[in-house]
């Protein structure tokens, strides 16, 4: 059996809210590389558009679900993919136990983050059914049946604030702190199965091209070698011995728009937008409960300062200092 994971983020540019990594595992028969592209070979479960009325999951970019139809999207594939793992939670808190990773020793939902952080109180699913969610797992166990395959798993990896500057103090620059939170779950991915074919895809972090130093740097023991570094993809093996002496490919293709080109790393786009969209609805339900009025906000240029400024009495009276809710980068 072999394993395709795949790796994305979301909130890399804001200046509010969490950075979110997350990676998503499907497994798949043979011990051939797997081929990431799935969409035509689930095409009676999955749809790559958001468009119509069909109750076939859609798995697609975060962004084009999301701008779509909100949240709905991003709700359905990530809570369906993780019922078709055998994992229901019922609240955020109960997410983030299911699907968290070991990071820096700090829960990423603890209330030192911030007090608007209370993901025992937030139900899930908040705007689809269960019915939904039910439905989109079937749609996913049947489709990746059907290959003589199953839904491996979901992991989130969540840096709030005050976590974000942290790394960001520690690795230089945030680019570094990124990869830094892929790493872990990279590392998660190996552990989980060291001795299976593994195909790692993930989106390009922001314009970077050459990532052979920094795998060597996450996997010490192990030899990189650069199989492609062009302009639109960059790929990577790392050869390992399994049981026995016998030789575990693990394969890292990182390219621009791999949300598109792979399936893995779409689910994981979806599911690491979905996890900050409810960080992000907690801390502006906390402070619209102290300031009457006050407009929400994605946690993007201007508007991130205009409710900074909206929220200045409010953090000035509740002790919420600039590193807890402002990043620093």
Not at 92 to 120: F, K, Y
Not at 169 to 175: I, L, M, Q, R, V
Request: hydrophobic share 40%.
């Amino acid at each position: 059996m072999a394993i395709l994971a795949g790796l994305d983020e979301a909130g890399y540019g804001p200046h509010l809210g969490p950075l979110v990594v997350s990676s998503a595992a499907v497994r798949l028969p043979g011990d051939a590389l797997p081929d990431p592209n799935l969409w035509s070979a689930l095409r009676p479960h999955v749809r790559k558009r958001p468009r119509g009325t069909s109750s076939r999951v859609v798995v697609c970019d975060s962004k084009v679900a999301y701008t779509a139809r909100g949240v709905g999207p991003l709700e359905r594939a990530t809570l369906g993919f993780l019922a078709a793992c055998g994992r229901q939670p019922p609240t955020l808190s109960a997410l983030a136990r299911q699907t968290g990773v070991a990071g820096d020793g700090e829960d990423a939902a603890d209330p030192a983050n911030g007090p608007w952080h209370a993901p025992e109180n937030l139900r899930l699913p908040t705007c689809v059914t269960l019915d939904d969610v039910a439905t989109a797992a079937d749609h996913l166990e049947r489709g990746l049946a059907r290959l003589g395959g199953r839904c491996e798993g979901l992991w989130v990896n969540v840096a709030p604030a005050a976590r974000f500057n942290r790394l960001v103090g520690a690795t230089t620059n945030k680019a570094a702190a990124l990869f830094a939170l892929a790493a872990e779950l990279l590392f998660a991915i190996r552990r989980r199965w060291p001795d299976e074919t593994i195909h790692v895809t993930m989106d390009r972090h922001g314009g970077r091209r050459y990532y052979a130093d920094l795998l060597s740097q996450a996997f010490p023991m192990e030899r990189v070698e650069t199989l492609d570094e062009s302009p639109g993809r960059s790929v990577y093996r790392l050869v390992r011995s399994g049981a026995g002496g016998r030789l575990a490919e693990v394969r890292f293709t990182i390219a621009e728009r791999c949300e598109d080109l792979s399936l893995a790393t779409a689910l994981a786009s979806m599911a690491a937008k979905y996890v900050r969209e409810l960080h992000m609805r907690q801390l502006n339900a906390y402070f619209q409960a102290l300031v009457p009025g006050l407009r929400p906000t994605a946690g993007y240029g201007r508007d991130a300062w205009r409710f900074l400024a909206d929220v200045d009495g409010a953090r000035r009276a509740h002790g919420v200092p600039d590193a807890v809710i402002l990043r620093c980068r």
